[in-house]
């Protein structure tokens, strides 16, 4: 089983800019920590970031060999009908997660165009988030393979 | 560690009615489930449902001796400013849970005045939302007893 | 045939305040002529009132042996989504009868959130409301019946 | 007591065309099942339908030989304040009646121009929508009389 | 002359909780100081504080022995429309309050559904806003029997 | 120099339904006024009335030898983009008047879809309204005249 | 009978700014038109301009011996309440004025806090608008003679 | 193959008023070249127009022989549910026309209550919107029959 | 100890205009009132009405010799900024008073532009809303002097 | 004559994936047919696709040669200021078509903000939607060109 | 050439109340640089401060012999129509300048009923919002003068 | 001290196209001016250009050498939540400018999602724009540089 973990814009820079609001710990150490549990999971991983609104839409269309994906989609959340149309149309169960409890910040941050197009969503927890995102993940692929 | 579960108004009713919809999983039936990660992760569980709202607002305020909440508000998500202030009131640590993605619902579900006082939110995954806000509540309350 | 009717908040004090607006019959007055009336249709009523929102919730969930509901949910018409999820649930056709025309008074009475999980609604004919929205009730479980 | 039964545009299509969504019964049969009511409560009956917004105004300004006017506005409930001003101008008691449940359908046709101008409003009961009516502008009729 | 006060959800944790943002006065100190002013007023008090909308609501009707209420509803203010019917209908004069100024805090807190049927409201004052609600309160009252 | 005026829906019946609210005087008075002082300014009436749209728009497009129109669209003003699109459409001067102040009425009484195509509005008058729209629409057309 | 004009902001420009758009006509040829209309009419008129809204509150507070006022309040329709309440106080028929049909100009200039308690409304026919303004006033102030 | 094309009211007016805006083509004009193409195409054409919306229902009510509509509803596209329910009710495909571009005009045209039951929408074309629209309705009747 | 009271515009006109609203009581006697009140609570008074927003901006700026400042911003309430900075530039402890319950009247009086930056609001109880304020601002101020 | 048409985001993946909603179509064939069609016509097409925003402000700024643009700008239609702004700078009429009829689908898609600087749009006809848009820009160029 | 300053409510407050927010820079201060500033690029300056928007209107009236004006409308900037109207009346070119940037602050702080008449808007800035103001000032007069 | 310069999308067209909107002068022309004012300044330029959004995200990205960012962000002022994380995550003071005042476009271009996270904003006067936007960032750097 492949899982793909997509960050979205910006998210190079966690741990080295506003380490006040997000914390030290680099978008390396995130993946370093998903890539010891996808072992402990017995999955396997693919991880790419992308600052492109285009690109991330072309790394969807390419992910037909994946069980699932987790993406943050970060600003993209709320802006980009292309990434959700990505999603709708590749059909590969996908989970939403967010570092910061979104509900909690700007109202503009509020409202997800992610959401209606994904399996389910986790906001808040901080790296954690991911962690939990790669656990329902796989949690869902096997449910689905369970169903073939 | 003591991490408490609140089950919100009708999810008695789970596994009973609409089993088209919510599947045919009971209430009971998450209930072991979630005692069995319990006992996994080492932690031990109290779990509550109530269809009253002023129930519950009374069961967080008398929740003083847990490390985290679980809560799944169900219909008082989108109602009860009473919960949350009980929720703000007490300062314990709470993981907001939804077994379906009510980003995906009517306009009414999308917006929970519950998010903003919980610590993260977990919605879509069905059962696996109980299971993955547990996993997150030991994570928090671990992080905030290595802070004191 | 068992028919349950539902008196939601401050029905129990009709006919004892504000007698101007709401005329001088009591909730009394209006349980025996739904009494009379089914007695002609040959159906039995079981009539309850309730203040608290979690009660009314407990009653429909305990409803299961009754063909049909009818329902005056009163100022939880306007607030209750777990009186709308627990109609939705247990999927009993649910009459929805208001004394006064809703749709004449403030603004935020306009809106139902009963309505989309009713069957239907009469509203705005004083005690003939419920008069009609027993008649109504009968006919639709008589409809259901003639299905099975 | 002579009555009045305004069916608004489209309804000559009933039973004609949709017959998945509004059943095979036609305006006729509607129209028989109001005769045998009437004769039975022992009222007259003038039956009327017209897909002009115009005819149904003239048609409401000239009953003032009525003692109740029972009416369908169709899609005129959502756009037509010369019919609610008509309604206003002639005095007469008017039951709004529609077949669906108009708050289960679109946004736009949950808002009627017609309901603060009549004296109360049923929806939701098919063809039995019509014969509550006519029980109603009946009642409401009688009360009027035993006023003056 | 007998007033009423009755307090809304959460407000028993007063002084026990979030201390930093209400003070560490207890409810029983604010009740202590009432029934010294009540004294000094030659008034009689009776004080009740639930966290059940329904409570609240049954309380409010059994109040027709008293000149006068003095409710603060707290997160009920912005929900209930079942407490606002319940004080429309008792007729007794109602003065509404708050600890904290509503009209700086969060967008949904700015909108009471009580202020429409209250006699006056006052907030921002802590507890000196119940102070003055007394005052007010047996000022409205003598006008009121003035008036008889 | 021919002036036409047309009365909209409704109108038909001034002076016979709601006289408390409109008064006694009925239309025939109005155009009986209108035609005095028409023959006081030296020009030439025509006066027509319809409760049908169609047949406003109609009679609007044929006015082609008229130097001015006054419009009362009653209960149109509100709904009718036909007649707005008429009136633009035929580019002779319009005066939109109305017997009541619409801005103190209904909210949904307070936009004119005919406003933003005629010359100029009066309202709140009364038969006034009508009287002084004759003396602006000769005012005008006199000062059209005079630029060519 | 002595009828008050007032002038609202920025008019004594008129003619001097902008000929293009309000026309060449100064504040003092539209003040001769309407003492000339007076004359005719027999009323004495007495006419003031202020940029200053204080200042016109203040001049509408001591109109008591004016039978009706004619106010342009200019800018001011949009944004003094103060002018609003002066106007509802004083309990004088007041006319609305406008230059321009203000319903075709931005969005914001559509509404008018004055209209409300204003006996009625005429705008769009440029210095006329004041002439007929003047007209109905004085007919105002006559049928209110008349009643007493 | 017949197909019906359905002009809306004022567009009978076309090149003979505002020809600097809609052009000096007129409604015979369009229809001659409709007639054109249609016999290009092989179809039998058949055309209305009508400034009534009651006519226009009728219209679309009888035209069970025609194997598509085109309809440019004009000023009825924003205001008419009549026409919307209409077009649903007969389920021939409809084609919805229109010559200007909609959404470069006036906010409130904007929004078209036709195009969900419309097939799909051609604007902004002049007369070739007509032309574009034949053909694509004789493009979906030839689906359609091939389906069946 | 110093308090400032400020009347915004037309209040001057109480008990002059429109008794049957505001009561019998002028501006004075509430004066009289205000004086013997702080009389007896040992404090000296300031009182000073303005029908000009710039005027009350001017006073409020002059302020800083007193302890509070109690306002009844009336018209400015709902329309002044400028107002509402210069509270907050003062920082003075500010408390806001109206006679009527704004939250009763007119949808554009429910919100307040000042509030935000005052202690806290009373309004309602006529005048005593104004003897309710100065007590509170005394007890503000009190403690105000107790912190330092 | 040269023609350019623009697929948008996510139309590489027609006829792959979502054959259900979109058909087994793919871009290819339709740009087959495109071609032939442009054949048919005597044009040369020039076609690209692209799922980058900012690639498509490339594309469109360097068609300077061709004498229109057909674009189905897809999932940017609804968030891409940067191509509506590239369109009106080049000044090259441009048709906007869609494959399915965008007003019947999700609320967020009924909007254009490509629509206002488009020549005309084509919607809800499939393919033919594109086929359409060829005819409707080889016909505005050839008038274009005719002007010249 | 010049240059009138124009400084709108509270800024005489500058640097002797909030501190912390606004510097301890005070008018005289500003008044300074800017005079500096003035002299070094050649142009004469006259400076102007008011809390009354009469008054404000009144000099902006007054001001045909300036090139240019700089005005800082603070809290007037979202209130006042007046001052709107002053500005595009006098034709004068307008920089409007902020210390703060407005979009930080409230909601209500956003929108500016100045910017639509003014040339620009430079706002954040602090004092240097001032300077800035000056420099495009001159920049604007000159380029006027050269087009004449 | 360096300053980076970024040109927002179509800003590279400047010049070339729609020359009477946006003047003759080219972005080449401005960046030379730019250069010119940055010499006397005496400090360092880097100036880019992207039709981009995730090029953009990158450029700002990788700023951190310079001291101040200047951006003229054009359509993605108003779209991209993607460029607004970028300033705020690289926490170099940023000023935004715009060649035309946004506040007179369309309504959809007056909402920066830029302004909240930048230091503040110019707008409306043309290249000017640009360079009172380099003098503003010199000088705040200059401020930014005092302060450590």
Known sequence: MKILIIHGPNL??????????????????????????AKDLGVELEIK??????EIVDIIQNSKDYSALVINPAAYTHTSV????AIAAVEIPTVEVHLSNIHKREEFRHNSLIAPVAYGQI?????DSYLLGLRAAVSIANACNGNS
Chains 1, 2, 3, 4, 5, 6, 7, 8, 9, 10, 11, 12 share one sequence.
Do not use: P, V
Not at 20 to 26: E, K, P, V
Not at 49 to 54: A, D, L, R, V, Y
Not at 82 to 85: C, F, L, T, Y
């Open 82 to 85: 292309a990434i959700r149309d």
């Open 49 to 54: 970031q992308s600052n492109h609104e285009g």
């Open 12 to 37: 190079n820079l966690l741990g080295k800019r506003e380490a006040d609001i997000y914390g030290s710990m680099t978008l390396d150490d995130i993946n370093n920590l998903l890539n010891l549990l």
């Open 123 to 127: 906001s808040g927890f901080g790296f």
